[in-house]
């Protein structure tokens, strides 16, 4: 065997299934159309790229046996059963019919009498495996029809292959005795009956008992897989196809607590194993042997006697529920017991080329007509059901009653309250009841009847947000009002169900962070009492799946306003409940800093969140989606008693004069004195610089600006400031350097440059930029302490002692500065390396910037450093806070993008290598090129 060979084939062959069902699903048509197309793309009769062989034909094997597994574990006993004489009248027609037909058409073709009696044979099995997946892909499994089909698919398997022993027997031996035959049929009765109820006695107990006492993850699912080997094993052996024997292993495993764990951890492989056996049906056909007159004249008899017996065969279910027609399509498709004929027809030498061949051809396109049949008619069906219901009165006690664990239809509502009464039964279902016939009829016949949503559907699904359980979904699912009425709920369960990592099968269809918020609504009495003061506490559970549901590939921003717009809860709603996903961990992240209960962190956040009903529905969220330590827990419940105060005291709403930001302005305005030029700026001015800057220096910087300088020039102002505040006298003198010009990239790289030229430590920096361009610096400085060594005694009398060193006392000149600061533009940005230097980044703690930390030995110039490779990768800097203790510097920005958004992580990475690197003018070339 050529291992790489094997290697390549099964690549291709995953990679062509996957790529199938991604067309599938794009074109609406059931995945199993594309993956037999796939097949024969990539097979001999197109591309070549892969033909039959051993070890494609045993991943297929193993596909089907999962497949039909799949099909055990979904299938309930009592509901098979209420369709068993019906499945079991079909099944008998469906194989009598065929066989009868094709073998008269075989012998007025003049075949002999062994060939025809194969004939006739392959024409009888309906493919199982085929038409379930087409049920399912139609999400039409519970449906009386489907139960009728799949019970008479398996009942028409064991039939066929049944007939298909006695035919090979025959045509091997030349004769075979009716008592053989009998004990034929006989084992296959047997089987199914007695490895059906063996299997359902003691699978259940056996799986319960290794999931309490296993330790590996593995070991069930293993196990499981195993235990179905093992009837697809003794199926084999009872002279059945192995398929057969995974079903009844199936239905056994169905009937434990742990199916829904099973079922969960075997869809990976069955995922990887399922498409290749579809593919290989491709594969099988050879579509050069199809141009044949002769090949194409008997296909085309063997296909009409193929469809047209199992349409018949739908009679065997007069008197029963369901769709007779939707019952004939479903047992079209031959599939893989049909291929199976076809191998040992040509194998045993009773078929030659040309009706191998034919029989290909009648089952391939016997498997390609029956899945746009079923479609097109169940949507029909749906669509007349749904025109044909006739609602009855109301009951007085409502449309739903429960009789004996079971809730039904207490009458027939109108479809206009399908969503009304779903909801309702799906919260009595999720009490342990089990939904009745009637009730699932009436809601597998709406079809495509729009299901609207009014205040009372609404007020229904948070009725069930609030007191629903795993069960509840199921119910929605199932019935398929989920994937019609909240599809963005219906893809969170699909991607969970596909998630490899979600090894409790519970998990698919709980919605843990809905559960968690009313876990902590009962038992943590600080978030239950906020949440009482909620006047809309529902739009918090809605926020709560919101995020539960939402994917990587999808914001949940963006599905919380699909959703509401769905709900039709209206604008506000829309805004609120998109404000708190989209800052869910706004206050755990912003109470866990530092600074993060100081009042301009506290200010921010009480602007942004406006109001104090989305801090306390947001303090909630926190509480439910956090496990925090009594330390983190402590910080939150301050920052959120700040908050509130804030927006209680100072009437903090962000729409009208009362606000603190325009309390401020306000103020500056008139403080300017009349200047209509500067007022009209400070009305300009961002919130974040006013929540920041007392109105007098509002007022200045205002000023400064005004005019604003040139492209070329810049102004600049000096304020003293006492800085001995809380010291000792004699304390070196401070200033505030306040510097405006019109923006440009890296302008704090660039004046953070100059003044570290002149001799001066930045000590804080305050950065405003606005929409017409103009640019505002304010820092705080000192003059560099510098050891006395390396001044004359002139420069020593000057300055001023400080821990030994001396600091230059005189005050720093504008003129000076100016000049410096505009020679600086066109300078290239440098700055040497820093490998001590730690940087960190919080996307979380500010709704508008990515905060970024800096911890560096202080020295010298750092801020020009750091500013520098923070230009030199691209990034805005919006304000500046410099903190140096003990010699160690911790230095932190609000930054964001050239375009204004928070930094992506190639920006954040080129920020680490600059800070920590130096930025050369090679280096900062490429930086900008990238």
């Not at 199936?250 to 290749?276: M, Q």
């Not at 191998?356 to 749906?382: F, G, I, M, N, Q």
């Not at 000792?728 to 510097?739: F, K, M, P």
């Not at 440059?753 to 103009?774: C, N, Q, R, S």
């Amino acid at each position: 065997m050529d291992v790489g060979a094997v290697l390549l084939d099964i690549l291709i062959v995953l990679v062509a299934a996957k790529v199938a069902g991604e067309l599938a699903e794009r074109v609406g048509i059931p995945g199993v159309v594309a993956e037999i197309v796939a097949g024969v793309i990539i097979g001999p009769s197109v591309l070549g790229l892969v033909g039959l062989n051993e070890t494609l034909a045993v991943l297929g094997e193993i596909g089907v046996i999962l497949l039909l597994l799949q099909v055990g574990l979904e299938m309930n006993l009592g509901e098979l059963g209420a369709v068993g004489r019906s499945s079991l009248t079909v099944a008998v027609i469906g194989v009598i019919v065929p066989m009868a037909t094709g073998f008269a058409v075989a012998e007025a073709f003049d075949y002999s009498d062994n060939t025809a009696l194969f004939l006739g044979a392959a024409l009888a099995a309906t493919s199982v495996g085929i038409t379930a997946r087409v049920f399912s892909d139609l999400r039409a499994l519970a449906t009386v029809e489907a139960r009728t089909v799949l019970g008479a698919a398996v009942a028409d398997d064991v039939l066929g292959l049944v007939i298909l022993t006695v035919v090979v027997r025959i045509v091997s031996e030349g004769t075979i005795s009716i008592g053989s035959v009998l004990v034929i049929v006989g084992i296959a009765v047997a089987f199914l009956v007695v490895a059906t109820a063996l299997g359902s006695k003691i699978a259940p107990p056996a799986f319960e008992w290794l999931h309490r006492r296993s330790r590996s993850a593995g070991t069930l699912v293993a196990l499981a897989l195993a235990f179905t080997l093992g009837f697809a094993e003794l199926a084999e052996a009872a002279q059945l196809a192995p398929i057969v024997g995974a079903f009844v292993a199936g239905v056994a495993l169905s009937r434990s607590t742990v199916k829904d764990r099973i079922e969960r951890e075997l869809a990976p492989v069955g995922h990887l194993f399922i498409p290749v056996f579809f593919l290989q049906i491709g594969i099988a056909v050879d579509v050069g042997q199809f141009v044949s007159p002769d090949v194409l004249g008997v296909a085309a008899v063997l296909f009409v006697v193929a469809v047209v017996g199992k349409l018949i065969a739908a009679v065997g279910a007069v008197g029963s529920p369901g769709d007779k027609w939707l019952i004939g399509f479903g047992m079209i498709p031959r599939g893989e017991v049909g291929l199976i004929f076809a191998t040992i027809g040509l194998q045993q030498g009773v078929l030659g080329r040309d009706l191998d061949a034919a029989l290909l051809l009648v089952v391939l396109a016997t498997t390609l007509l029956a899945p746009p049949l079923l479609r097109s008619r169940l949507k029909r069906l749906r669509s007349h059901r749904g025109a044909e219901a006739s609602a009855e009165p109301m009951p007085e006690l409502g449309w739903l009653v429960v009789r004996d664990g079971v809730v039904d239809l207490a009458a027939q509502p109108p479809s206009a309250r399908a969503l009304h009464v779903g909801l309702d039964a799906a919260l009595l279902v999720g009490d342990a009841t089990q939904p009745g016939s009637r009730l699932l009829d009436w809601l597998g016949s709406l079809g495509d009847v729009p299901l609207r949503w009014d205040d009372a559907a609404t007020a229904a699904l948070f009725d069930v947000l609030r007191r629903g359980t795993p069960r509840t979904w199921r119910f929605l699912e199932t019935t398929g009002l989920l994937e019609r009425a909240l599809p963005e709920l219906a893809d969170a369960v699909d991607r969970r169900r596909a998630d490899p990592f979600v090894l409790e099968p519970a998990h698919v269809l709980t919605f843990a962070l809905v559960e968690r918020v009313r876990e902590v609504v009962s038992d943590d009495r600080r978030a239950g009492a906020e949440h009482a003061l909620l006047e809309h506490p529902e739009w918090l559970v809605l926020g709560a799946l919101i995020l539960d549901a939402a994917g990587d590939d999808t914001p949940p921003v963006e599905i919380a306003r699909l959703l509401v717009h769905r709900l039709d809860l209206g604008a506000a709603a829309e805004q609120e409940i998109a404000l708190l996903v989209g800052d869910s961990e706004l206050l755990r992240a912003s109470a866990s800093r530092l600074d993060g209960l100081d009042e301009e962190r506290v200010l921010q956040i009480a602007a942004h969140l406006d109001t104090a009903e989305r801090a306390r529905a947001l303090y909630v969220l926190t509480v439910a989606i956090n496990d925090l330590e009594s330390w983190d827990r402590g910080r939150l419940d301050q920052l959120l008693d700040l908050v509130l105060t804030v927006l209680d005291r100072l009437s903090l709403t962000g729409l009208d004069a009362r606000n603190l930001v325009e309390r401020r302005r306000a103020e500056a305005i008139r403080l300017a004195a009349g200047d209509t030029n500067v007022a009209d700026r400070i009305r300009h001015a961002p919130r974040a610089y006013m929540l920041t800057q007392e109105a007098a220096d509002v007022a200045r910087q205002a000023a400064l600006l005004e005019p604003l300088p040139s492209r070329n020039r810049a102004r600049v102002g000096i304020v003293a400031i006492d800085a001995s505040s809380g010291g000792t006298a004699g304390s070196v003198s401070e200033w505030r350097v306040e510097v405006a010009v019109r923006d440009r990239p890296a302008l704090l790289a660039t004046v953070s440059g100059v003044l570290a030229d002149v001799g001066l430590d930045v000590l804080d920096a305050v950065i405003a930029t606005w929409e017409d361009g103009g640019a505002l610096e304010s820092f705080r400085v000192r003059r560099a302490l510098l050891d006395p060594a390396q001044l004359d005694d002139d420069q020593i009398e000057d300055g001023q002692i400080e821990d030994g060193q001396i600091a230059r006392a005189r005050a720093p000149e504008s003129d000076r500065l100016e000049l410096e600061i505009v020679a600086a533009f066109d300078r290239p940005l440098t700055s040497p390396a820093n490998p001590d230097a730690t940087v960190i980044f919080d996307d979380s703690a500010s709704p508008w910037y990515t905060l970024c930390e800096v911890r560096s030995p202080d020295r010298r110039g750092l801020l020009h450093m750091i500013t520098v490779g923070l230009a030199s990768a691209g990034a805005d800097v919006h304000s500046a806070r410099l903190v140096t203790t003990d010699g160690r510097a911790v230095d932190r920005f609000e930054l964001t993008d050239r375009t204004g958004r928070k930094l992506d992580a190639d920006v954040k990475d080129a920020i680490v290598v600059a800070v920590t690197g130096g930025v050369s003018p090679r280096r900062r070339t490429l930086t900008r090129r990238r």
